[in-house]
């Protein structure tokens, strides 16, 4: 059976696979290595997605735990 330590373990690592995806895409602008304005629009679109679908993971840890930034991190 599925407990509760299952699904924030799954929830962190979903949540940290977002984060460096959002850390690569980061580098991608700040370098100047999007190729053009196609790929600009994509790029930002994808992260705001990200960053949307990582604060309704980080919303849904709270519910469980008091500090959601030190799980996380953990």
Same mark, same amino acid.
């Given at each position: ?14 949540? $940290? ?10 580098? +991608? ?5 999007? $190729?053009?304005?196609?790929?600009? %629009? ?7 997605? +990200? ?9 849904? +840890? ?10 996380? %991190?953990?």
């Amino acid at each position: 059976s599925i407990t509760i330590m299952d699904v924030v373990d799954f929830a962190k690592h979903v949540y $940290k696979k977002i984060q460096q995806r959002e850390n690569d895409i980061s580098m +991608l602008l700040l370098t100047g290595a999007v $190729k053009d304005h196609e790929q600009y %629009r994509h790029l930002v679109g994808e992260a705001q997605g +990200l960053s949307f679908a990582k604060d309704e993971i980080k919303s849904l +840890l709270e519910s469980t735990a008091e500090d959601v930034e030190d799980l996380i %991190r953990s």
